[in-house]
Structures are given as C-alpha cells and as structure tokens.
C-alpha cells in the first residue's frame, strides 16, 4: 500500500437509518493535496470525521474500511478501531490532525493560544514545559504569526480572523502530522487573508511532506492548491482525478455544471452562468440509480433513474460514475443545456449614457460613537462610514465591494435608512417625480421612499420572521402601507411568489420549512413587494451554496430587466460582482478607493488596494514569483488615520502617502483615490483559464 | 411529509389540500410538538395541572374539613392502607385502615397509639361526611374518600397536637400554597415586562440606571427584607388581606430577574434582521413590539414563569415557617410545617414533615415543566 489512507466502500448512517457517506472510495498519497468538493449536504465534513472517529451523535461508520499505513508499515483500519481507545487517541492529533472553518470555536478563549499548542505537544511527546515552549514558538513563526513570542501568550479573543487561523494551524502541526484535514478552512476568511492562508498551507505541505485532504466549495480554491480532486455528490464520489485533468477536462455533469456556475473573470463578465437546477436533496431522500439524475441535464429516463451507476476509468487516473460514460455511453449524446433564455436576455444592458442618477449619495458620515462611564459619555467614534459620493443610474447594478469591517454594509443600511447618516445628502431622482434628499424626508414621504428603496439581507434565516407565514412576511410592506385590500395583497403575494420562481401554494407555511435559497428567494419577492426602483442586496448570496447562488443571481437578473430595478450588490465575492454588476466601487476603511466601470475596474485597476484584491481571488494560476499578496488587515477606523488608510499595508506607498489624505479624483467615469495612480502600472485580473471547461 | 421531485430536483410539498405538517404547523403547534418529546417536562405538566385540580377542590377530595380535631388522636402516627382482609370466608377486597389502641405511659406521660386489627375502618369512594359547599356555592356532603362510617378515625398522614388530619390539611394547603405563586409570578411578570422592556427599548442611561438598581434590590438578602415587611403588616389585619400583601412581598424580589430575561431578548431582537426588515416595511414601534418582537418570546418569558413559580412557593414556605407569613386560620404548606419547628417534636412525630413532601414534588414538578418548555420555546433549533 502506497497510499496514507485508503478508503473503501465507507458507509456513515445516522439515526441507524440514514446513509449520509454512502460506499465511498479514496486514496490519499502521502505528500499530495486531495481536495474534496461538493455542495453543503454532500457528506464533505462526514467523511472527515469519520477518518478521526469523531462523528457527532448519532451518526456512526457502518461498514467500509479507512486504513491508515503505519510509520513501521503495518495497517490500521480506523473503522474498525473503537473511537474511544488510546491507539485512536494516538491517531488523533499525533498522526491525522485537523483544522476547521471557524477557528473561535476550536480555541478555547479561557487559554492562552500558547498553552493549547503546548497542550498538543505534552500530550503526544514527552517534552517539559520549557522545551515545549520554545517549539510553540517556533512552530508559530513557521505559520507566519507576526510577533510569535508575544503572541504565544495571547488569548484567542486578542488575535484577528487570520492570526487565529494560523494559530489553529500551528496547533494542528506541531505534532507533525502525517496527514492534515483541512475542512474549509479558509471559507470565512476575507480573499486577501485566504490567499495569504492557502500560500502557507502550500508551504508548510511542500516544507514537511505531509498528505493534506482539503474541503472546500470553491473550485478556485482547487485550482489553487490540489494535486488532485474528488468531486463529492450525496455520499459518493462522483469524479477524481489530477487537478488539471479535471478542471480542464470535466466530465461528470455535476462537475461541469459547478464549474459552469461559477462566475468567469476572462471574456465578458457577464456572461450568463450556467446554474445546476434544483438543489442537493436530504440524504433521506437520495433518489434511486444515480442520484444525481433528476438535476443532470444528460439524463435518459431508461436507464439513469433505476440503474447503479459504476465507476469509469478515463486513463490519466481519471475516474468518473456516469452512465454516458458507462457500458451505454453510446445511448448518450452529452449535450449541455443552452443559457435560459431570460437569463440571457437580463444579461443586455438598457442604461442610456445620458440619464440622470437615480440616486446620488454625497458625502455621507456614519460615525458610531464609542461610549464608556455610567453616564455613557462618548469617548470617540468608529468611522465606517467616512465622507462617501457616488452615482447609482437608473436601471443599473453598481457593485460595491471590499474586505469586512471596510463599511460597505452600513453604507448600505444607511442609503435605506437604518442608519440615520451624520452628515451629508442623498438624493434620490425618480423620473416622474422631484428630487427629494432622504436625510431630509418626514413623514408621508419618508413611508414612500421606504416603498421605493428596499433591502435583501445576507441571512435568509435571519430575516424572516419564524412567527410569521410567508405571505404576511411578504405582505407586510402593503399591509403598513394599509392601500390594498387583503384580498389584493393575497394576489400579490401570488403574483410575486410565482416571480421569484416558488409556488404560491407556499403563502400560506412558515418560513422554517424551506431550504436556504427559497428563503432568499422569498426575502425578494418581499423586497419587491412595493415595486421599488432600487433595491440594496447586502450580501445576499453569500450564504448559499455555489449552484444555488448561481441560481439566485440569473433571477436577480432577470427581475432587473422585466422590472426596471436598480441594484446595489454589496459583496466581497469579486467573482459574483464581476458577473452581475456594471460598475464596480472599491470600498477601504471607510472610503471608497476607486469606482469604475466593471471591464476598467478589472481589467485597468488603478488603486493598489484593488489590484491586491484581484490578485488574491483564488484560482489565477498565476506564477508565484510574481503574486502581490496583502499582509496585515483592515486598520481599525476607530483611530483617525493620518493620509492614505490603506499606506501601511501597501507595496508601493511613499512617505507622502501618510501625509495627505488622497481624494476620489480621476475623468471617463473611472475615480480612484491614490496619489501615485497616474505613474503605477497595476496588473488586472488575470485570465482563469485553467477553469475553463473543455 | 415533503416528497423529492424527480424532474425539477427540488423538494415539494405534499398535495396542497393536506394543510398540516411541516411547513404549515405555526408556532405554538411546533412547540408543543417539541415539548411533548420532553418526558420529565410531560410528567411535571401532568403532576402540575393535578396540583392545581387539588387546589380547586381541596372539599371535595380532603377526607375531613379543615377544623376537625380531636384530641384524643392528638399525634397518632400515620395509619397504614390495607387492601382487603380475610374474615372468615377467605380474602376479601376491602380496603381498610386499623383503628389505634392507645397507652399511656404514666411515667413519661407520653401516649402510645398501637394497630388494633380488631377494629378495621371500612374505606369507601364517594362517602358522606362533613358537608360543605363546592366552589363555595353548591352544598352537598360527599367525599371522595373517607371512612364508610362518618367519625371513625382515619389518619393516613398522621395526626397533628390537636388531632387534626394531616393529608387533609396538607390538601387544604394546596389551594394556598399552588395560587400564591401564581399571583405573585403574575405581578412580578407585570412589573418585569414593563420594567425591563422600557429598559431594553430605551437603553442609554435608563437601561443603566434600571440595571443598577436591578442589582442592588437582588443584592439585598431576601429572609431579612422580606421579614422586615411582612413585620410591617399589623396583626390586626384580617388573613385574607395577609395572604395578599404577602404575595406583594414576594414580587418587590421577584419582578427583578424577569426585568433582566425580557430586557435580555429586547436587547437580542432589536438588532435581528427580520425586526430591521419590519423597519423598512414601514412599521411603527408599537407594531414591530406587538406583531414582531413580542410573538417572538413570548414562549421563552411563558418558560421563565414556570421556573419563577417554585421560587415563590418556596419564598412562601419559608416565610409561613417562620411564622412571619400566613396565619392560621389560613392553611399553606408553610403554614403547617410551623408545627414541626421543634427537633423534639419532629423526633417523637416525623410524620409532621409530611407537608413539606408536598412542597418538593409541587417544586419539582414545576421545574421540569418550566425545563420542557424552556426547551420548547425555540422550536428551531433542529
């Protein structure tokens, strides 16, 4: 056996019933990254703990076998090893170690990060205190903490998003582990700090020769570190093979349409994407034969809903369970359906050159005040918002995009009022009507402007009301506006849920009874209730799964140019603002930094702030000589910053950068706030062709 | 039950007629859902709700009226229930107790109570007694258990000093003790919503100030404060009056920690995104309080009150044991384990304690209710 672990034919039942990991195969060669891919339900994080016999109650490896090859050559079969037994204990930590995707709560916040790496080491090695120390240390500066000594003793609570991921990472590799489980480790982490993340994971798996099984969603994420990928559908893998085989050359349906989902930085950006219908079904539900075939496109009613699909070996270690593959490969013809045809159509844009904004924000503050003492007195202000002007134009999409903590989301709630802005105007210029400031509305009108500005938020969970059924949730806006009947809000309702593509038999359940993405789909369709001209989406795919976000976004097309809607997309997913915006705003500390057209934006950055964070999107291919990678993070905007907010953390910035504030300035529609921007030749995005699907 | 739609790939609901389930049950049906799968929550609701059908009708199920004494059974231990009894014509179903044969012990003057099986006290269902009136209206004389023959003695609890009954007190007892709880959890609720909901809707310094003074109130020590006021009652003041002015006492304390609960959720929701979208429907404050926000903790602030009755209870108990709450002639379990104040008496006659096992199981079950339905109140969470 070369393998460090091979998996065969592992079953995970939960409930005694429920096949969650069904039959599934892998191998994982010592030295290679494995990454795993599939949406969220298909038994990723599943298998990862079943290789460390740590599934949560009541789930429990069935069947299959998971050996793991000794130092000494023997064999140990995990599956069969009881979980609680001190050769598990072993395993666990000393030989297979594991990092997650929300390091807070695999730290302890009541220990220092020095005490829990050293824990890990006294536990699997006989070393003292001291010894121990020194290598936590050491092992600290090898993960890239800045100030390891110091850092040693600090508490969880102390370092930023990045710092504790690398502290988890450290404490998952000072035993040095033979193999590294890494379940989306990266997956809430701003792009620059992720980019920063998977170099060093590249790094220390060159450096130490250790196997690495990395989850993920995000197919640029693969491109970036695998040596090979397993593609992962309903507890099987559907696909495997070396990276470049398979992102070149797809095979499987559900891989192609998970590339063809994803958003394309070459060519034109908006490009309608090729969403994989429907959604990943409760494993409880697993349809019969291959389960994929009720969203699968090559489909054939004659064989895919009833026969067990077998695994096709391609050549190149290129392996692939799909009929049109098979024994019957003739009976297919593997033809990808053709972009909807509303999608396509959303996709043309109606905005005239000429037209005045529909909306122009100048200057506007929100400065939260920080307040200490019993009487509550403010002791300074955190500036997430800091004199900010733009133009939204009618019947456009304008992206607004930068790393968290940068603003964009208060600029958002404050343009529709949940935040009372300090200073400044917005005006907002309906055709047929007088331009009105918001700031300045009372009354009758400030309840019209609410009508005509409306919000998506980024939890769907969250936003619905679980008291409520679906068509009060959505009737509601109407209900207060108290113009309609009921029975003609009832239509409504009916006529908005059918728009957003859901049943208008589901007025009448409750919210907890759909999956994520029909809940987006009815904070929409309630967004759209009171027929506004613009609509602020704060986040409002990030939440879901790829082929659903997918989904989500040609709807929300489509909806623009059947109802002349205007959006403003807060994100910080560069791929989905490129697919879906016409202009993109840069956003830092409080400021926007440059605001353009998406093709110059892209294509012609002129802030180095945005050409750090088209570097960072993962999946480039770029040679890594040559990649800019952002150290540090957003400054905190509670401080007043003397000259450029973004100096400190950037390649290029001169003494004269910290000295004067830079100003939005620039002509042709395309600002940027940086005083070297006319002598820098930045890179633009580059071309993701190794993405590309054959 | 949703099915997998094969062609669409989406997961459908059931035929539209069928309008229960998943998805349609509101609220409150998920809630129940849930707590009925909370066994020992079930079974404190079961035990609860029997509490209070007792205390209802203490008449109708106490053997004795509460005044009946006699002295000659003064302390007479607890009978023992025999089943039936074999008088010649082989065993019989016939539930009995045995009547006392008493001693006295010249030399330490104390009285000795012996079975005499020669006397068995014929039990029945249903038997006439002491009249009284039901619900305080409807008069009739039936019990539902006692002996066939109306005077014989019959103590399964035990008698007290002056031969009384001890379960039929300890059933009166019920009525008291059961109700002042609710009425002073009711006006702790009252205060407490009122208090900590302008706390957490206003905050700045009102919340401040509220929750200081929130801590200093539970930073006095209770027994004294509380002795303290119900010294203040004069002893002229009829019971009935006591029993309210006590209740009174008991919620100065209790509206404190149901001040911090709703405050807590207050503070929670405002910042929820479905109360922001409520904003931006348009709605007023009155609205997003009483069609948003309130639906939304009303089950957690239902949980916290059933975990906020057996505090009273027991603040009750302690006071009436003192003998600084209620007086005789009202009866509470408070009120009766007065008699057990001295370690002499609870040597020679244990059976006077018996009052306060009805204070545990009343206490307990109210808290594994209040626990299924903590549990219960966030029927979302898997």
Redesign the interface.
């Known amino acids: 056996m070369d393998n460090l672990i091979e998996i065969r034919d592992l079953r995970v039942t939960f409930a005694g019933a429920i096949d969650v990991v069904n039959g599934l195969d892998l191998d994982i060669a010592p030295g290679k990254t494995l990454c795993l891919v599939g949406e969220s339900g298909c038994g990723k994080s599943v298998t990862a703990k079943a290789i460390l016999q740590v599934i949560d109650h009541p789930g429990r490896v069935s069947g299959g076998s998971i050996n793991l090859r000794q130092p000494d050559g023997s064999v140990l079969d995990i599956a069969k090893t009881k979980p609680t037994s001190p050769v598990m204990q072993h395993v666990r930590g000393g030989d297979i170690a594991m990092i997650h995707q929300e390091p807070m709560s695999f730290l302890s916040p009541l220990y220092t990060i020095g005490n829990q790496i050293s824990e890990a080491l006294m536990l699997h090695r006989k070393v003292g205190e001291k010894a121990a120390r020194a290598e936590g240390i050491r092992m600290l500066e090898e993960v890239g903490m800045p100030d390891p000594a110091r850092r040693y003793d600090s508490y969880t609570f102390q370092l930023s998003g990045g710092q504790r991921q690398r502290a988890m990472i450290a404490m998952a590799l000072i035993n040095k582990p033979r193999l590294l489980i890494a379940d989306e480790p990266t997956t809430a982490l701003d792009v620059t700090t992720q980019a920063n993340i998977l170099d060093l994971l590249a790094r220390l798996q060159r450096d130490t020769g250790m196997g690495v099984l990395f989850i993920t969603h995000d197919l640029g994420v693969v491109a970036e570190i695998a040596d090979e990928v397993a593609v992962m559908y309903l507890g099987k893998i559907v696909e495997r093979g070396p990276v470049r085989e398979v992102l070149e050359h797809p095979k499987h349906p559900y891989t192609r349409g998970l590339l063809a989902s994803m958003p394309r930085l070459d060519g034109d950006f908006k490009a309608s994407l090729q969403a994989i219908?429907?959604?990943v079904?409760?494993p409880a539900?697993r349809?019969a034969g291959c389960p994929f075939?009720?969203?699968c496109d090559w489909a054939r009613a004659d064989m895919c809903?009833h026969v067990q699909v077998l695994e096709t070996e391609l050549g190149h270690d290129h392996m692939v369970a799909c009929h049109a593959y098979g024994p019957q490969a003739h009976k297919f013809d593997r033809v990808d359906r053709p972009v909807a045809a509303a999608a396509a159509a959303a996709a043309v844009k109606v905005r005239e050159e000429s037209a005045a904004p529909l909306l122009s924000v100048r200057d506007i503050k929100k400065h939260f005040p920080i307040r200490s003492g019993?009487?509550?007195r403010q002791t300074g202000a955190v500036r997430a918002v800091d004199a900010v002007s733009l133009d939204i134009f009618p019947g456009e999409t304008l992206g607004l995009v930068g790393e968290s903590g940068c603003g964009k989301s208060t600029l958002g709630?404050t343009i529709?009022?949940?935040h009372r802005a300090d200073s400044g105007s917005m005006r907002f210029a309906e055709d047929d009507r007088p331009a009105v400031d918001l700031l300045a509305a009372r009354g009758a009108e400030a309840?019209r402007l609410?009508?005509d500005i409306?919000?998506i938020?980024?939890?769907p969970t969250?936003?619905?009301?679980?008291?409520?059924?679906v068509r009060n949730i959505i009737g509601?806006?109407l209900q207060?506006?108290g113009q309609l009947s009921d029975a003609e809000i009832e239509a409504r309702v009916q006529a908005l849920l059918a728009k957003v593509g859901l049943?208008p038999?589901?007025a009448?359940?409750?919210p907890?009874?759909?999956?994520g993405g029909q809940r987006q789909r009815i904070?929409i369709a309630?967004a759209l209730a009171s027929d506004p001209r613009l609509v602020i989406a704060d986040e409002a795919v990030s939440a879901l799964d790829v082929s659903v976000q997918t989904q989500i976004i040609n709807m929300m097309k489509a909806l623009q140019a059947e109802m002349g809607l205007t959006y403003l997309f807060v994100s910080h997913d560069l791929g989905v603002i490129a697919n879906i915006s016409d202009r993109v705003a840069v956003m830092y500390a409080g400021r926007i930094v440059e605001l353009g057209s998406t093709e110059e934006i892209f294509r012609n950055p002129q802030h180095p702030y945005t050409e750090a964070l088209l570097a960072a999107i993962p999946g480039r291919g770029e040679s890594a000589g040559g990649r800019i990678r952002l150290g540090g993070h957003v400054p905190d905007v509670a401080g007043r910053i003397e000259g450029c907010a973004f100096a400190d953390r950037c390649p290029y910035a001169l003494e004269a950068c910290r000295q004067v504030r830079p100003e939005l300035k620039g002509a042709g529609g395309h600002l940027d706030a940086c005083i070297r921007s006319e002598e820098l030749h930045l890179r633009p995005v580059a071309s993701n062709e190794t993405l590309v699907p054959a | 039950m949703s099915t997998f739609d094969e062609t669409t790939g989406q997961v459908a609901p059931a035929a539209k007629t069928h309008q229960r389930g998943r998805g349609f049950d509101g609220h409150w049906a998920l809630v129940w859902q849930k707590f009925l799968r909370h066994r020992l929550g079930v079974a404190g609701g079961v035990v609860v709700i029997l509490a209070y059908v007792v205390a209802a009708i203490p008449e109708f199920l106490a053997p004795v009226t509460l005044e009946a004494y006699n002295p000659a059974y003064s302390y007479a231990p607890p009978q023992t229930l025999h089943l039936g009894r074999d008088e010649g014509e082989g065993w019989q179903f016939r539930p009995h107790v045995n009547a006392y044969k008493s001693e006295i012990d010249y030399n330490s003057g104390r009285r000795t109570f012996v079975d005499d099986e020669s006397q068995p006290v014929d039990l029945g269902l249903f038997v006439e007694g002491e009249s009284y009136n039901l619900f305080g209206f409807i008069p009739t004389n039936r019990h539902l258990f006692g002996p066939v023959i109306e005077g014989q003695p019959f103590f399964l609890f035990g008698a007290d000093r002056l031969g009384r009954d001890i379960l039929s007190r300890t059933i009166y007892g019920t009525r008291i003790s059961m109700t002042i709880g609710l009425i002073g959890v009711a006006l702790s609720l009252v205060f407490g919503i009122l208090i900590g909901g302008i706390s957490g809707l206003f905050g700045g310094v009102t919340d401040n100030v509220i929750q200081r003074l929130i801590e200093f109130i539970q930073s006095v020590p209770a027994i004294p404060l509380w002795i303290g006021l119900a010294a203040a009652i004069p002893a002229s003041v009829p019971p009935l009056q006591v029993y309210f002015l006590i209740t009174i006492i008991l919620s100065v304390l209790g509206w404190t920690s149901l001040a911090r609960v709703v405050r807590g959720r207050f503070l929670a929701m405002r910042n929820e995104d479905f109360v922001k979208a409520a904003r931006l429907d348009g709605c007023g404050p009155v609205r997003i309080i009483f069609r948003h926000m309130l639906p939304s903790f009303l089950s957690h602030i239902i949980a916290t009150v059933s975990l906020a009755i057996p505090g009273m209870i027991l603040a009750e108990t302690a006071l009436s044991y003192l003998g600084i709450g209620l007086r005789t002639p009202i009866v509470s379990w408070g009120v009766l384990l007065q008699e057990a104040q001295n370690v002499r008496t609870i040597a020679s006659a244990p059976w006077l304690l018996l009052p306060g096992a009805a204070v545990v199981v009343a206490v307990l079950a109210l808290n594994f209710l209040g626990d299924g339905l903590r549990d219960a109140a966030d029927p979302y969470s898997d």
């Open positions: 219908r429907g959604m079904p409760p539900l349809p075939h009720p969203r809903g019993f009487f509550q709630q529709v009022g949940l309840r609410r009508t409306r919000m938020f980024q939890d969250g936003s619905l009301n679980p008291r409520m059924r509601e806006v207060v506006e049943s038999d589901y009448q359940r409750y907890h009874a759909f999956s904070a309630r």
